[in-house]
């Protein structure tokens, strides 16, 4: 079974554009979550998608949002870029019901100059 | 909410040796323990877990203990190796429907 995946790996953007990030899950995990990681810090979760609804959420302000399609995939948006969201974002699935394990992608390493 | 503390932040030790690295959650009602090694550059991987109906589970040379009443958990990796460094992280979740919430991590370095 394929793993969660992410796209795209590495993003330059700049101080004020907006990003979006994808994140596919693994096949027939329905739910999605997203973290972001800098550099000494830990995982800081953003948001929680399960059945196109956002079900948990971080402390993150509201240009970082996120969404969930039919088929579980999950996009990430940031807008108003500023240099403090340069981190690697983390996306991670996992079954639905009783499904307790949760799987990370690659990341996406984002960059804002 | 629920907090999840993690100590040692580092920890350094001589291939060979053991490490153990220990984690406290508040809320009671956790019932799942998952235990994560992210190498540098990588992503997280989940290595071993526990739920609240066990108290010891083991995998080779890793091992997790629960102790529900102190409401804390360890991770215990014997006859370490350089490869075993990276940073760990613990987490602790309600139910399925909950976020997970995660640990602020241990650096764990192997000295050959």
């Known amino acids: 079974k394929a793993g969660v995946t992410q796209t795209p790996r590495y993003l330059i953007k700049t101080r004020g554009q907006q990003v979006t990030l994808s994140c596919s899950p693994i096949?027939?995990?329905?739910?999605v979550s997203w973290y972001q990681q800098t550099p000494g810090q830990g995982l800081q979760f953003l948001f929680e998608y399960f059945s196109e609804t956002q079900r948990n959420k971080g402390n993150f302000p509201g240009r970082f949002s996120g969404r969930q399609f039919s088929n579980s995939r999950s996009e990430m948006n940031v807008s108003t870029l500023e240099l403090g969201d340069s981190a690697l974002y983390l996306c991670?699935?996992?079954?639905?019901?009783?499904?307790?394990?949760?799987?990370f992608g690659p990341g996406t390493r984002l960059t804002v100059t | 909410g629920e907090n999840v503390e993690q100590h040692p932040s580092t920890l350094s030790v001589q291939e060979g040796d053991s490490a153990v690295i220990k984690c406290t959650y508040s809320d009671s009602a956790s019932n799942y323990f998952p235990w994560y090694k992210q190498e540098l550059g990588k992503r997280p991987q989940l290595i071993i877990d526990i739920r609240s109906n066990v108290g010891e589970k083991k995998d080779q040379r890793i091992a997790v203990t629960l102790n529900k009443t102190a409401k804390h958990f360890s991770l215990h990796i014997t006859e370490t190796q350089p490869e075993d460094s990276a940073v760990y992280f613990c987490?602790?979740?309600?139910?399925?429907?909950?976020?997970?919430?995660f640990g602020p991590g241990t650096s764990l370095s192997v000295i050959p």
């Open positions: 991670a699935s996992r079954l639905a019901g009783d499904g307790y394990e949760q799987y």
């Open positions: 987490a602790a979740l309600k139910t399925s429907y909950d976020k997970v919430i």
């Open positions: 096949s027939g995990h329905r739910s």
